[in-house]
């Protein structure tokens, strides 16, 4: 049998993407076109408003495209309103929720009516070993499922349980897997990175788990994404100084400075301790980089609550900033929270946040230039006017997807080839927007 799967959502869903993929055709199926395919699988995102409208317009448009084809909703939205819409979506077929997602084959087969192998959902299976939709020498490996931070605003935690952690030779074994397989960047994931191992121990096993990866032999990158800041491990400076492969890179969502705010989004710390872990990160790690997250228009939110978001982003002075604006989850205490922001308000001082981050990421990756570093070639893009093509890369200051990148020049005329995916030498010659222009060394 042969299936299409059409990806949303985060990286962690893209894990279970390559998770369903891999025990698919260890079972036998084929990975093809969607029009070729017996099956269509939509691994839907259930995270905001949003999400959720893009995977069920996913599910009319393939229906729209495809009336006579089978299409299975998997994922997140399916995992969290399988019963509603079972009875509001008639153009899915099939639900499959997150909970064993080792039963895939199973559900595919129902979905199309035909029986299932009893030993299909028992087929050998190494995480390390399934297929890859990312770039060329990226993978990313999820140490653990759920979360149980419940900020108020999230629905993760009703979505996908509470904090999981993964065995750590289990998660080792993977990455040893990948690397052997060619891969040059582990990106570490997971809702919380930070929290890996408190759901079994009363300190993170983070600095351990880092500690295993190390004794991996090779040349490749681990990017550690997601650390909440409340559970910030200080001893994964102590590696990062050591062993170089582990990137100067921290993904450290604040969310907000307003003590008031912060409070009501059930997180405990404060702008100023914030801003005493910028300064301690980048005490230990001069050439830490470092991206955060803002959540604009929660409720309560005020004029004086925004202004201490603006302090506080001035001072922190951030390398790369993503802001969102708030997203009203069912279910979630924000939900029933007084003092809704109007949307209005709230796309108002997401724009301006992001219009003040403009020219603090400019000038940060400005520090960039002349500087020789690794960098990952990822894609070669062919010219429109037949001139010389160029490749694209990123360096350690930018992760997959979502900054900036590294526009490789001069390769061809210096007579230079490189593999996509392998790591190599480069010289940073120009900053051009949020992107940095280099030449292979």
Known sequence: ??????????????????????RLEKAGWENTSAEEADLIIINSCGFIESAKKESIDAVLEWRGIYPEKKILLAGC?????????????PEADGFFGLENIERITQAAAETLNISA???????SFQAGERPLLSLPGSAYVKISEGCSNCCSFCAIPLIRGKLVSREIPDIVDECRTLVKRGITELCIIGQDTGAFGTDVSAASKLPELLEAISTIEGRFWVRLLYIHPDHFPPRILDLMEKDTRFLPYFDIPFQHASPKILLAMNRRSNAQQYLELLKTIRGRLPNAVIRSTFLLGFPGETEDDFSQLLDFQEKASLDWLGCFTYSREEGTPSYSMKEQVPKKTAVMRRKIIEKRQIPITEKNMERFTGQILEILIEEQIDSVTGEEKFLLGRLYCQAPEIEGSAVIVGAQTAGINPRLGNLTQCKVIARRGFDLEVRLL
């Open 77 to 89: 939205l399916a995992q969290r309103y399988a019963k509603e819409l079972a009875d509001s979506l």
């Open 117 to 123: 192998s009893e030993s299909a959902n028992a087929v």
């Open 1 to 22: 049998m042969r299936y299409f799967l059409d990806p949303f959502g985060c990286v962690k869903n893209q894990v279970d993407a390559e998770n369903m993929m891999h």
